[in-house]
């Protein structure tokens, strides 16, 4: 199984991106689906993950302006990024749970800055 993500890009302080992330090969039901990033200098973190259910939770940081959604159809998982901030700048990479094993796709950059 791979991730491909995609979407990346740089953008102005208050614009927007939508990152993608598709599986494809032997895919097997998905469980969760999320979205990390790490900055430069900075830790790893969790951004979003979506459950199977639909259940969605962020890093506070990001509530309000970023949305995850899922289209099992598809094996793909979507992040919507509004009212970027330059402190949003990071490579953001997606994962997906799959039968208990935890696949990872490259990461995708964003760069917010004017």
């Known amino acids: 199984v791979q991730l491909q993500a995609s979407g990346g890009g740089l953008v102005q302080p208050g614009g927007s991106l939508r990152l993608s992330c598709a599986a494809s090969?032997?895919?097997?039901?998905?469980?969760?689906m999320g979205w990390y990033r790490q900055a430069p200098g900075k830790q790893h973190e969790l951004v979003a993950v979506?459950?199977?259910?639909?259940?969605?939770n962020y890093l506070d940081s990001v509530k309000g302006r970023f949305t995850i959604s899922r289209d099992n159809a598809k094996a793909t998982v979507y992040l919507q990024l509004n009212s970027l901030k330059p402190e949003d700048t990071a490579v953001y990479s997606c994962?997906?749970?799959?039968?208990?094993?935890?696949?990872w796709g490259q990461g995708t950059q964003v760069t917010v800055s004017s």
């Open positions: 994962n997906m749970m799959m039968r208990g094993v935890m696949v």
């Open positions: 979506i459950t199977s259910g639909g259940s969605t």
């Open positions: 090969g032997s895919i097997f039901s998905i469980d969760s």
